[in-house]
Protein backbone atom coordinates (compact mmCIF):
# COMPACT_ATOMS: atom_id res chain seq x y z
CA UNK A 1 0.00 0.00 0.00
CA UNK A 2 3.18 2.41 0.60
CA UNK A 3 4.76 1.45 -2.56
CA UNK A 4 0.84 2.32 -4.28
CA UNK A 5 0.36 5.35 -2.51
CA UNK A 6 4.08 6.62 -3.07
CA UNK A 7 3.62 6.06 -6.93
CA UNK A 8 0.57 7.55 -7.04
CA UNK A 9 1.40 10.99 -5.44
CA UNK A 10 4.70 11.29 -7.41
CA UNK A 11 2.08 10.83 -10.23
CA UNK A 12 -0.21 13.20 -9.65
CA UNK A 13 2.39 16.06 -8.27
CA UNK A 14 4.91 15.79 -10.89
CA UNK A 15 3.68 13.51 -13.41
CA UNK A 16 7.05 11.25 -12.60
CA UNK A 17 7.23 8.11 -10.75
CA UNK A 18 9.42 6.74 -8.14
CA UNK A 19 10.39 3.60 -7.21
CA UNK A 20 11.70 3.48 -3.25
CA UNK A 21 12.10 7.02 -3.82
CA UNK A 22 9.44 10.14 -3.14
CA UNK A 23 11.32 12.61 -5.15
CA UNK A 24 11.73 11.10 -8.73
CA UNK A 25 14.00 13.10 -10.76
CA UNK A 26 12.60 11.12 -13.79
CA UNK A 27 9.48 10.06 -15.73
CA UNK A 28 10.42 6.54 -13.59
CA UNK A 29 13.35 6.89 -11.15
CA UNK A 30 14.09 3.71 -9.58
CA UNK A 31 16.03 3.44 -6.23
CA UNK A 32 17.87 0.32 -4.96
CA UNK A 33 16.23 -0.87 -1.64
CA UNK A 34 19.35 -2.15 0.10
CA UNK A 35 23.23 -1.33 -0.86
CA UNK A 36 24.57 -4.13 1.30
CA UNK A 37 23.65 -7.00 -1.35
CA UNK A 38 21.13 -8.75 0.88
CA UNK A 39 18.27 -8.36 -1.73
CA UNK A 40 18.37 -8.77 -5.31
CA UNK A 41 17.89 -5.37 -7.04
CA UNK A 42 17.01 -4.36 -10.63
CA UNK A 43 14.43 -4.18 -13.30
CA UNK A 44 13.29 -7.61 -14.80
CA UNK A 45 12.34 -6.89 -18.20
CA UNK A 46 9.23 -8.69 -20.07
CA UNK A 47 11.17 -12.37 -21.06
CA UNK A 48 9.49 -13.76 -24.10
CA UNK A 49 10.90 -16.62 -26.65
CA UNK A 50 11.57 -15.89 -30.64
CA UNK A 51 8.70 -18.50 -31.62
CA UNK A 52 6.10 -16.32 -29.44
CA UNK A 53 7.34 -13.16 -31.18
CA UNK A 54 6.73 -14.84 -34.23
CA UNK A 55 3.25 -15.76 -33.21
CA UNK A 56 2.45 -12.72 -32.49
CA UNK A 57 3.64 -11.07 -35.92
CA UNK A 58 1.18 -13.63 -36.68
CA UNK A 59 -1.89 -11.60 -35.17
CA UNK A 60 -0.16 -8.18 -35.69
CA UNK A 61 0.19 -7.59 -32.12
CA UNK A 62 3.31 -5.07 -32.52
CA UNK A 63 2.97 -2.09 -34.84
CA UNK A 64 3.68 1.87 -35.15
CA UNK A 65 1.96 1.94 -31.16
CA UNK A 66 4.25 -0.69 -30.14
CA UNK A 67 7.42 1.30 -31.27
CA UNK A 68 10.40 1.11 -29.33
CA UNK A 69 8.67 -1.67 -27.09
CA UNK A 70 11.48 -3.82 -24.86
CA UNK A 71 11.65 -7.48 -24.62
CA UNK A 72 14.40 -9.77 -23.68
CA UNK A 73 14.74 -13.09 -25.68
CA UNK A 74 15.04 -16.18 -23.79
CA UNK A 75 15.39 -18.36 -26.99
CA UNK A 76 15.60 -17.62 -30.58
CA UNK A 77 13.22 -18.69 -32.81
CA UNK A 78 13.53 -21.55 -34.80
CA UNK A 79 15.31 -21.22 -37.74
CA UNK A 80 12.31 -21.39 -39.83
CA UNK A 81 10.66 -18.91 -38.19
CA UNK A 82 13.38 -16.32 -38.61
CA UNK A 83 11.25 -14.13 -40.97
CA UNK A 84 9.63 -10.64 -40.92
CA UNK A 85 9.78 -9.33 -37.87
CA UNK A 86 12.29 -11.40 -35.99
CA UNK A 87 14.46 -11.89 -38.83
CA UNK A 88 17.95 -11.82 -37.95
CA UNK A 89 16.87 -12.73 -34.03
CA UNK A 90 19.28 -15.69 -33.92
CA UNK A 91 20.31 -15.06 -29.93
CA UNK A 92 19.53 -14.43 -26.54
CA UNK A 93 19.68 -10.93 -25.78
CA UNK A 94 17.37 -7.87 -25.24
CA UNK A 95 15.46 -6.93 -28.57
CA UNK A 96 13.34 -3.47 -28.95
CA UNK A 97 10.88 -3.32 -31.50
CA UNK A 98 11.39 -0.77 -34.32
CA UNK A 99 8.52 -0.11 -35.76
CA UNK A 100 10.26 1.91 -38.90
CA UNK A 101 11.36 -0.92 -40.35
CA UNK A 102 8.95 -3.82 -38.68
CA UNK A 103 11.81 -5.45 -36.67
CA UNK A 104 12.98 -6.67 -33.86
CA UNK A 105 16.44 -4.86 -33.10
CA UNK A 106 18.96 -6.52 -30.83
CA UNK A 107 20.55 -4.33 -28.39
CA UNK A 108 24.22 -4.56 -28.71
CA UNK A 109 27.05 -3.25 -26.29
CA UNK A 110 29.97 -0.83 -27.22
CA UNK A 111 32.43 -3.50 -27.51
CA UNK A 112 30.57 -5.55 -29.87
CA UNK A 113 32.26 -6.19 -33.32
CA UNK A 114 30.83 -3.66 -36.15
CA UNK A 115 29.62 -5.16 -39.50
CA UNK A 116 32.02 -7.43 -41.50
CA UNK A 117 30.67 -10.35 -43.95
CA UNK A 118 32.27 -12.61 -46.77
CA UNK A 119 29.89 -11.52 -49.69
CA UNK A 120 27.44 -9.49 -50.61
CA UNK A 121 25.29 -10.90 -53.19
CA UNK A 122 23.76 -8.19 -55.21
CA UNK A 123 22.93 -10.90 -58.29
CA UNK A 124 20.74 -12.67 -56.03
CA UNK A 125 18.48 -9.58 -55.77
CA UNK A 126 14.79 -9.85 -54.96
CA UNK A 127 12.47 -6.45 -56.03
CA UNK A 128 9.14 -5.88 -54.53
CA UNK A 129 7.19 -3.34 -56.20
CA UNK A 130 6.83 -1.08 -59.34
CA UNK A 131 8.56 2.38 -60.50
CA UNK A 132 7.17 4.71 -62.56
CA UNK A 133 8.41 7.53 -64.08
CA UNK A 134 7.28 11.04 -62.35
CA UNK A 135 5.31 8.74 -59.37
CA UNK A 136 6.70 8.95 -55.87
CA UNK A 137 7.82 5.41 -54.96
CA UNK A 138 5.88 3.36 -52.18
CA UNK A 139 6.20 -0.18 -50.85
CA UNK A 140 9.31 -0.70 -53.16
CA UNK A 141 12.20 -2.05 -51.89
CA UNK A 142 15.13 -4.56 -53.18
CA UNK A 143 16.28 -7.07 -50.99
CA UNK A 144 20.26 -8.72 -51.19
CA UNK A 145 21.43 -11.84 -49.80
CA UNK A 146 24.86 -11.90 -48.09
CA UNK A 147 27.48 -14.73 -46.47
CA UNK A 148 29.80 -14.82 -43.96
CA UNK A 149 28.26 -12.02 -41.93
CA UNK A 150 29.80 -11.75 -37.90
CA UNK A 151 26.58 -11.20 -36.26
CA UNK A 152 28.08 -6.86 -36.28
CA UNK A 153 26.14 -4.07 -36.10
CA UNK A 154 25.72 -1.37 -38.62
CA UNK A 155 24.44 2.23 -39.18
CA UNK A 156 22.07 3.16 -41.53
CA UNK A 157 22.96 3.88 -45.08
CA UNK A 158 21.02 6.09 -47.79
CA UNK A 159 22.43 5.66 -51.37
CA UNK A 160 21.74 8.07 -54.19
CA UNK A 161 20.54 6.48 -57.37
CA UNK A 162 22.67 7.09 -60.85
CA UNK A 163 21.05 6.58 -64.25
CA UNK A 164 17.50 7.24 -64.06
CA UNK A 165 17.69 9.73 -60.99
CA UNK A 166 15.63 10.79 -57.84
CA UNK A 167 15.42 7.56 -56.41
CA UNK A 168 17.27 6.73 -52.59
CA UNK A 169 17.66 3.62 -51.25
CA UNK A 170 17.72 3.45 -47.54
CA UNK A 171 18.69 0.39 -45.33
CA UNK A 172 17.88 0.93 -41.53
CA UNK A 173 20.57 0.04 -39.09
CA UNK A 174 20.85 -3.15 -37.02
CA UNK A 175 23.06 -6.44 -36.48
CA UNK A 176 23.90 -8.92 -39.33
CA UNK A 177 23.09 -12.81 -38.44
CA UNK A 178 26.16 -14.81 -38.23
CA UNK A 179 26.51 -16.15 -41.54
CA UNK A 180 23.70 -15.62 -44.55
CA UNK A 181 21.05 -12.93 -44.06
CA UNK A 182 19.82 -10.31 -46.00
CA UNK A 183 19.85 -6.55 -46.33
CA UNK A 184 16.36 -4.95 -47.15
CA UNK A 185 16.81 -1.49 -48.79
CA UNK A 186 13.99 0.55 -49.25
CA UNK A 187 13.40 2.73 -52.39
CA UNK A 188 12.13 6.05 -52.20
CA UNK A 189 11.68 9.44 -54.15
CA UNK A 190 10.46 10.29 -57.42
CA UNK A 191 12.38 9.16 -60.43
CA UNK A 192 13.17 11.86 -63.09
CA UNK A 193 12.65 9.51 -66.48
CA UNK A 194 12.06 6.42 -67.27
CA UNK A 195 15.01 3.82 -67.20
CA UNK A 196 17.14 2.12 -65.27
CA UNK A 197 18.19 3.63 -62.01
CA UNK A 198 21.31 2.45 -60.80
CA UNK A 199 22.81 1.85 -57.02
CA UNK A 200 26.40 1.41 -56.22
CA UNK A 201 26.16 -0.34 -52.61
CA UNK A 202 29.32 -0.04 -50.14
CA UNK A 203 28.86 -2.21 -47.41
CA UNK A 204 31.23 -3.50 -44.55
CA UNK A 205 33.93 -3.68 -46.89
CA UNK A 206 32.22 -5.14 -49.68
CA UNK A 207 30.80 -3.52 -52.74
CA UNK A 208 27.94 -4.57 -55.83
CA UNK A 209 25.09 -2.69 -57.50
CA UNK A 210 21.77 -3.28 -58.28
CA UNK A 211 19.22 -1.49 -60.39
CA UNK A 212 15.49 -0.99 -60.85
CA UNK A 213 13.36 -0.37 -63.82
CA UNK A 214 11.49 2.74 -63.92
CA UNK A 215 8.22 2.36 -66.56
CA UNK A 216 7.29 5.59 -68.43
CA UNK A 217 4.44 7.01 -67.20
CA UNK A 218 0.89 6.03 -68.12
CA UNK A 219 -2.67 7.75 -68.46
CA UNK A 220 -3.43 5.38 -65.68
CA UNK A 221 -0.88 4.07 -62.98
CA UNK A 222 -0.38 0.44 -62.89
CA UNK A 223 -0.22 0.49 -58.82
CA UNK A 224 -0.99 2.86 -56.31
CA UNK A 225 0.63 2.81 -52.41
CA UNK A 226 -2.08 0.93 -50.12
CA UNK A 227 -1.77 0.86 -46.09
CA UNK A 228 -2.00 -3.00 -44.99
CA UNK A 229 -1.94 -4.05 -41.60
CA UNK A 230 0.19 -1.02 -40.88
CA UNK A 231 2.63 -1.45 -43.76
CA UNK A 232 2.42 0.74 -47.44
CA UNK A 233 2.59 -1.87 -49.84
CA UNK A 234 1.78 -1.39 -53.45
CA UNK A 235 -1.89 -2.85 -55.06
CA UNK A 236 -2.26 -3.41 -58.70
CA UNK A 237 -5.14 -0.95 -60.10
CA UNK A 238 -6.33 -3.43 -62.46
CA UNK A 239 -7.51 -6.98 -62.30
CA UNK A 240 -5.79 -10.09 -63.34
CA UNK A 241 -6.25 -10.25 -67.00
CA UNK A 242 -7.80 -6.48 -67.16
CA UNK A 243 -6.80 -4.51 -69.96
CA UNK A 244 -4.35 -2.12 -68.71
CA UNK A 245 -5.06 0.67 -70.90
CA UNK A 246 -8.37 1.37 -69.81
CA UNK A 247 -9.13 3.15 -66.71
CA UNK A 248 -9.43 1.23 -63.68
CA UNK A 249 -11.97 3.48 -62.03
CA UNK A 250 -14.43 3.28 -64.67
CA UNK A 251 -16.44 0.08 -64.60
CA UNK A 252 -16.43 -1.93 -67.81
CA UNK A 253 -16.32 -5.06 -69.18
CA UNK A 254 -12.96 -4.46 -70.34
CA UNK A 255 -11.45 -4.27 -66.98
CA UNK A 256 -13.51 -7.20 -65.34
CA UNK A 257 -10.36 -9.45 -65.75
CA UNK A 258 -9.69 -13.04 -65.52
CA UNK A 259 -11.16 -15.96 -63.66
CA UNK A 260 -8.49 -18.21 -61.88
CA UNK A 261 -9.08 -21.41 -59.77
CA UNK A 262 -7.53 -21.71 -56.85
CA UNK A 263 -4.30 -22.96 -56.88
CA UNK A 264 -3.81 -22.86 -60.35
CA UNK A 265 -1.29 -20.73 -62.67
CA UNK A 266 -3.81 -20.30 -65.80
CA UNK A 267 -7.19 -18.49 -66.15
CA UNK A 268 -10.22 -20.75 -66.98
CA UNK A 269 -12.45 -17.65 -68.14
CA UNK A 270 -12.66 -13.92 -69.23
CA UNK A 271 -14.60 -11.48 -69.15
CA UNK A 272 -16.00 -12.17 -72.55
CA UNK A 273 -16.60 -15.53 -71.63
CA UNK A 274 -20.15 -16.73 -71.84
CA UNK A 275 -21.93 -16.95 -69.21
CA UNK A 276 -22.81 -20.49 -70.10
CA UNK A 277 -21.28 -23.66 -68.57
CA UNK A 278 -17.75 -24.40 -69.75
CA UNK A 279 -17.39 -27.69 -71.57
CA UNK A 280 -14.32 -29.52 -70.12
CA UNK A 281 -14.53 -27.50 -66.65
CA UNK A 282 -11.48 -28.92 -64.95
CA UNK A 283 -13.24 -30.00 -61.24
CA UNK A 284 -9.96 -31.41 -59.91
CA UNK A 285 -8.40 -29.17 -56.81
CA UNK A 286 -4.69 -27.57 -55.87
CA UNK A 287 -3.08 -28.87 -53.16
CA UNK A 288 -2.44 -26.79 -50.24
CA UNK A 289 0.91 -24.58 -50.63
CA UNK A 290 -0.17 -23.94 -54.22
CA UNK A 291 0.05 -20.16 -53.82
CA UNK A 292 1.74 -19.90 -50.77
CA UNK A 293 4.68 -22.28 -49.63
CA UNK A 294 5.09 -20.21 -46.21
CA UNK A 295 2.78 -19.13 -43.94
CA UNK A 296 0.03 -16.80 -43.29
CA UNK A 297 1.99 -14.44 -41.25
CA UNK A 298 5.37 -14.20 -43.89
CA UNK A 299 3.84 -15.34 -47.28
CA UNK A 300 6.29 -17.06 -49.80
CA UNK A 301 4.88 -16.73 -53.63
CA UNK A 302 5.12 -20.01 -55.36
CA UNK A 303 5.32 -20.75 -59.71
CA UNK A 304 2.11 -21.04 -59.64
CA UNK A 305 0.61 -17.84 -58.06
CA UNK A 306 -0.61 -16.10 -61.71
CA UNK A 307 0.94 -13.01 -60.47
CA UNK A 308 3.56 -10.95 -62.19
CA UNK A 309 6.76 -10.43 -60.82
CA UNK A 310 7.40 -9.09 -57.57
CA UNK A 311 3.26 -9.53 -56.69
CA UNK A 312 1.33 -12.11 -55.28
CA UNK A 313 -1.91 -13.09 -54.35
CA UNK A 314 -2.77 -11.54 -50.83
CA UNK A 315 -3.34 -13.31 -48.02
CA UNK A 316 -6.53 -13.43 -46.11
CA UNK A 317 -5.28 -11.46 -43.32
CA UNK A 318 -3.76 -8.99 -46.02
CA UNK A 319 -7.73 -8.89 -47.43
CA UNK A 320 -8.69 -8.10 -43.30
CA UNK A 321 -5.90 -5.80 -43.18
CA UNK A 322 -7.27 -3.63 -46.27
CA UNK A 323 -10.52 -3.42 -45.48
CA UNK A 324 -9.48 -2.19 -42.12
CA UNK A 325 -7.43 0.61 -43.51
CA UNK A 326 -10.27 1.58 -46.17
CA UNK A 327 -13.46 3.64 -46.56
CA UNK A 328 -15.87 2.25 -49.26
CA UNK A 329 -18.34 3.48 -51.89
CA UNK A 330 -20.71 2.08 -54.32
CA UNK A 331 -20.92 2.78 -57.74
CA UNK A 332 -23.31 2.07 -60.94
CA UNK A 333 -26.29 -0.55 -61.21
CA UNK A 334 -26.22 -3.52 -59.20
CA UNK A 335 -27.81 -6.85 -59.68
CA UNK A 336 -30.43 -8.20 -57.22
CA UNK A 337 -30.38 -11.83 -58.13
CA UNK A 338 -27.86 -14.23 -58.64
CA UNK A 339 -28.39 -14.28 -62.86
CA UNK A 340 -29.75 -11.44 -63.59
CA UNK A 341 -26.36 -9.27 -64.20
CA UNK A 342 -24.95 -11.66 -66.78
CA UNK A 343 -24.08 -8.49 -68.91
CA UNK A 344 -24.06 -5.56 -66.21
CA UNK A 345 -20.49 -4.44 -65.81
CA UNK A 346 -21.15 -1.61 -64.28
CA UNK A 347 -21.19 -2.28 -60.33
CA UNK A 348 -17.92 -1.97 -58.47
CA UNK A 349 -16.54 -0.99 -55.15
CA UNK A 350 -14.58 1.33 -54.85
CA UNK A 351 -11.93 1.57 -51.58
CA UNK A 352 -10.28 4.81 -50.70
CA UNK A 353 -6.61 3.75 -48.80
CA UNK A 354 -3.77 5.83 -48.27
CA UNK A 355 -4.83 8.55 -50.26
CA UNK A 356 -5.29 6.12 -53.16
CA UNK A 357 -8.46 4.67 -54.73
CA UNK A 358 -8.68 1.04 -55.40
CA UNK A 359 -11.69 0.02 -57.79
CA UNK A 360 -12.72 -3.91 -57.33
CA UNK A 361 -15.44 -4.93 -60.21
CA UNK A 362 -17.78 -6.86 -59.16
CA UNK A 363 -17.29 -10.16 -61.35
CA UNK A 364 -19.37 -12.99 -59.74
CA UNK A 365 -18.03 -16.69 -59.90
CA UNK A 366 -17.69 -19.33 -62.38
CA UNK A 367 -19.33 -22.34 -60.48
CA UNK A 368 -17.28 -25.07 -59.48
CA UNK A 369 -18.69 -28.18 -61.22
CA UNK A 370 -19.70 -26.40 -64.04
CA UNK A 371 -18.38 -22.93 -64.89
CA UNK A 372 -21.54 -21.39 -65.60
CA UNK A 373 -21.15 -17.90 -64.25
CA UNK A 374 -23.01 -16.70 -60.82
CA UNK A 375 -23.60 -13.62 -58.91
CA UNK A 376 -22.01 -10.78 -61.89
CA UNK A 377 -23.30 -7.32 -60.22
CA UNK A 378 -24.28 -8.86 -57.60
CA UNK A 379 -21.09 -10.18 -55.75
CA UNK A 380 -17.62 -9.56 -56.45
CA UNK A 381 -15.06 -12.46 -55.47
CA UNK A 382 -11.37 -12.02 -55.08
CA UNK A 383 -9.14 -15.07 -54.02
CA UNK A 384 -6.75 -14.95 -51.23
CA UNK A 385 -4.10 -17.30 -50.78
CA UNK A 386 -5.10 -18.55 -47.62
CA UNK A 387 -6.56 -22.45 -47.36
CA UNK A 388 -9.22 -23.68 -45.18
CA UNK A 389 -9.00 -27.21 -44.68
CA UNK A 390 -7.81 -29.40 -47.58
CA UNK A 391 -10.53 -28.70 -50.19
CA UNK A 392 -11.36 -24.83 -49.62
CA UNK A 393 -9.62 -21.37 -49.52
CA UNK A 394 -10.98 -18.41 -48.91
CA UNK A 395 -11.78 -15.32 -50.75
CA UNK A 396 -12.69 -11.23 -50.04
CA UNK A 397 -16.76 -11.10 -51.01
CA UNK A 398 -17.65 -7.65 -52.12
CA UNK A 399 -21.04 -6.78 -51.64
CA UNK A 400 -23.21 -3.74 -52.30
CA UNK A 401 -23.00 -3.70 -48.34
CA UNK A 402 -20.12 -5.40 -46.60
CA UNK A 403 -16.57 -6.95 -47.47
CA UNK A 404 -16.02 -10.32 -45.56
CA UNK A 405 -12.61 -11.73 -46.36
CA UNK A 406 -13.89 -14.71 -44.26
CA UNK A 407 -15.59 -16.35 -47.39
CA UNK A 408 -14.54 -19.58 -49.04
CA UNK A 409 -15.44 -22.33 -51.58
CA UNK A 410 -14.21 -25.23 -53.37
CA UNK A 411 -10.53 -24.88 -55.04
CA UNK A 412 -11.90 -25.48 -58.77
CA UNK A 413 -14.90 -22.53 -58.52
CA UNK A 414 -13.33 -19.78 -60.95
CA UNK A 415 -12.78 -16.52 -59.16
CA UNK A 416 -10.90 -12.76 -59.67
CA UNK A 417 -7.34 -12.05 -58.71
CA UNK A 418 -5.79 -8.81 -57.51
CA UNK A 419 -2.33 -8.72 -56.99
CA UNK A 420 -0.57 -6.86 -54.24
CA UNK A 421 3.29 -6.56 -53.65
CA UNK A 422 5.43 -9.19 -52.36
Not at 234 to 246: A, K
Not at 391 to 406: A, G, K
Request: glycine fraction near 12%.
Amino acid sequence: MYLLSMFLIGALAYGQVGVNNITPKSTLDIMSKTTDGSTSEGLIIPRVTGNALKAAETSTVYGDDQDAALVFVTAAPDPDNRTGQVEGMDSRGFYYFDAGSNRWVKMVSSGTSTAALAQLLCSGSSDVGVLESGQSAAGVSTTIPYSGGNGGIYSAQIVNSIGVTGLTAVLTSGTLNNGSGTLIYTITGTPSAAGNAIFDIDFAGQTCGFSRTVQPSSNFPDVVPVIINGQTRQMLTHNLGGDTTQDPNVPTQAIMGNYYQWGKKNAVATAYTPASAISGWNTSAAGNKAWNSGTEAAPVKTANDPCPSGFRVLTRNEWTGFNTASTTTNIGTWATTTTNGATNFSAAKVFSNNGSTVTLPIIGMRDNTTGVLVNRANIGYYWSSTENGTLYSYFQSVTSSSNNPSGYNTRPTGIGIRCISE
